[in-house]
């Protein structure tokens, strides 16, 4: 009895606590905007196509985030890539920030009908491409837009997730199950309630800085280290 108490009141736990928070969040927002992303790409393709191609790139989006999860940690173990890791981070950070001013700026009802014709396109369904105003494209010139889409999500995705879980494997793991599992079922249920509470995609994007700055921190400390200078004494080490 003891030592469950000891676990669940420990210091490793509580680290491993709050990962796992970051982690759900951080899945949660991104796989919203993947249900958006996704369906602005196959918005160029027929009505019957778009199903196939958007399945198509899912279970492509399965297998890039496998690889990237399979190399992200060892590749962030290299001196120097967890910095610029958390630079590239931050970059993701700054477009979630424009998009969030920009559905803020603008017209409510029209950001709500713009996002509901993405969803359901992301379905299969929706208007035809001559009725959004825009020009067909060939099945696989839609299907490398929505694949490129996908990788760029991915690799959001997993290095976010390996950003916050990367001290603990189990929740890294976790997590990448979890964004395939809400990228596949939940997307389109989660951007609605990312566009219908806007505070969540908030906390989210707090949550993805802190994550990202936590991890040009722990970068910074290791190439000083690397390279023999002397960390600045008034400020605490990294670590991992």
């Not at 949550?207 to 600045?232: C, E, K, Q, T």
Request: hydrophobic content about 55%; overall charge negative; proline content about 3%.
């Amino acid at each position: 009895m003891d030592l469950i108490t000891n676990f669940f009141t420990s210091p490793e736990f509580t680290s491993q606590l709050v990962a796992l928070g970051q982690v759900l969040m951080i899945d949660l927002v991104l796989a919203g905007d993947n249900a958006v992303a996704v369906g602005l790409a196959a918005a160029a393709l027929p009505v019957e196509q778009r199903r196939r191609a958007i399945l198509v790139g899912l279970a492509a989006a399965v297998i890039m985030r496998i690889g990237f999860a399979l190399i992200t940690v060892q590749l962030l173990a290299i001196v120097g890539l967890l910095l610029a890791g958390g630079f590239l981070l931050l970059w993701v950070c700054w477009k979630m920030w424009r998009e969030l001013q920009e559905q803020r700026t603008h017209d409510q009802a029209e950001s709500t009908e713009e996002m509901e014709r993405a969803l359901a396109i992301e379905r299969g369904e929706g208007p035809s491409p001559e009725e959004l105003g825009i020009k067909r494209k060939t099945f696989g010139a839609a299907l490398l837009q929505i694949m490129i889409a996908d990788l760029t999500m991915s690799l959001d995705n997993v290095l976010a997730v390996a950003g916050a879980a990367h001290e603990h494997p189990w929740i890294m793991v976790f997590g990448l199950m979890l964004s395939i599992a809400l990228m596949g079922v939940a997307a389109t249920f989660i951007a609605r309630l990312l566009n219908r509470h806007r505070w969540i995609a908030y906390v989210g994007l707090v949550i993805v800085v802190f994550v990202a700055l936590r991890m040009i921190y722990d970068g910074s400390y290791d190439v000083f280290l690397d390279l023999g200078w002397a960390w600045p004494t008034w400020l605490p080490a990294g670590g991992h």
